[in-house]
């Protein structure tokens, strides 16, 4: 099936999740060096790809039982938080302002990119957003722009086995890896977007309490899945 990787039908009962295919990167890490994995996942992800990478460096050298430098570690982190706060920054000004009926703020955009976000807090956008919110979406979105990241992990549980869990734009990152001989073994990407849409996700009920496709909207946009998304309007009931 072509289109967006998830699509939301509108049915009587509420919104359902018609169609969900979110791409998972780890298989292709298999037999890849170790060295090379958080690499590969900066080359695989067009979207957090700084916390991505980091995640596969951090369980690689839990696994090899090795320590990252605090300063190298510290300012890795720290490019992590700056991409999590600019792709936050980018749904604000580019997403967000069609739910509150006004147009895309693509200068301040810009601005967000250039790493300037004086527009966007003199501009109120943000309150706005948050004043017009569902009550019940309203930590949601509130969360995504004033939470603060919890604190980088990484261990071993078992010997050639590494764990790491970051902070990144939509929630708790966590990479494992098993190594053999220097060799990715086997690897697992537990992300926020695929964790939201999976059997235990809150997506699922959160949309189920919606009857119009613009409160499908506001659900998918708390939410925020990390691929393509459409609410099929077709299927709207009256």
């Not at 997403?95 to 790493?115: F, H, K, S």
Request: with cysteine.
């Amino acid at each position: 099936m072509t289109g967006p990787a998830i699509r939301i039908a509108m049915t009587p009962a509420g919104a359902r999740i018609a169609h969900c295919a979110i791409p998972n990167a780890q298989g292709l890490l298999i037999g890849l060096p170790a060295i090379k994995v958080g690499q590969a996942l900066r080359r695989l992800h067009g979207i957090c790809r700084e916390a991505q990478g980091l995640a596969g460096e951090m369980a690689v050298a839990a696994a090899m039982g090795k320590a990252i430098a605090p300063d190298d570690l510290n300012q890795r982190i720290e490019r992590v938080q700056a991409e999590a706060r600019r792709e936050t920054g980018l749904r604000l000004c580019l997403d967000w302002p069609a739910l509150i009926g006004e147009a895309p703020q693509t200068e301040l955009a810009r601005e967000i990119i250039a790493g300037d976000w004086r527009g966007v807090e003199a501009s109120g956008l943000a309150a706005r957003v948050l004043a017009h919110a569902p009550e019940a979406l309203r930590p949601i979105f509130a969360a995504r722009l004033n939470g603060a990241p919890v604190a980088p992990d990484m261990h071993s549980p078992e010997p050639g086995m590494g764990v790491a869990e970051l902070t990144c734009a939509r929630g708790r990152l966590i990479h494992r890896v098993w190594l053999h001989k220097g060799r990715v073994r086997a690897y697992t990407i537990d992300a926020p977007t695929a964790r939201r849409f999976g059997t235990d996700g809150d997506a699922a009920a959160l949309l189920a309490q919606c009857h119009r496709a613009q409160e499908a909207a506001w659900a998918m946009q708390a939410v925020d899945p990390c691929v393509d998304w459409a609410v099929d309007m077709a299927m709207e009931t009256a």
